[in-house]
């Protein structure tokens, strides 16, 4: 605040991070300590930035607040591991501060879920390729970018959306709305046809 000399307009909370993800270590043999990590770093670090700001009073009335979340909060996704979990609490945490800050600020608080996005973290997810051409055949409107992302993220900040605040809101190009599209249905079928099943059953 000293150094922008006075309140902020916007915050973007935008890290996460698994060692249990990095070290390849299934769910089902999760290490606790490696979990409270992944809590720590992924999603209690937005309530100590939201808690920390609120105590200081550093963002402007009608400011805005963003963090980034992926489905797997609400789908059970393979190898994406304790991440789900954290981005589950990451949305919960929106939740329950944007009804605070809006009561006494008039601040919103809101987190996007946006499409598989190569990213450090990203990357070290099992199968993280074949998880984006999966989203990218199921997507109506394809994978969105993280440019892309980027806009949307600030069009959350502008005037333009001061009365949307506790949402999840998806930037997947449809994915969280689709159950099977054609073109995953091709491909599905393709395998099918490329290998002779008979002799498999």
Known sequence: ?????????????????????????????????NMLKTFDISALSFHRVLQTAYKLDAIDEWGSVVALSYVAAQRTLSGYNDMGDAKALLESIARSFGYIYGRDRRVRINTVSQSPTPTTAGSGIHGF?????????????????????????????????????????????????MGMSLKAIEQYQKSFDECDCKENE
């Open 1 to 33: 605040m000293n150094i922008f000399g006075g309140k902020f307009d916007f915050i973007l909370h935008s890290i996460g991070m698994s060692p249990n993800v990095r070290k390849d270590i299934p769910y089902e043999q999760t290490s606790y300590e």
């Open 129 to 177: 390729d074949s998880l984006i051409d999966f989203s990218e055949r199921m997507s109506p409107l394809g994978n969105a970018s993280a440019e892309e992302c980027a806009d949307y993220c600030v069009s959350l900040f502008s005037d333009l959306t001061k009365k949307v605040t506790m949402q999840n809101l998806f930037h997947d190009g449809g994915f969280s709305s």
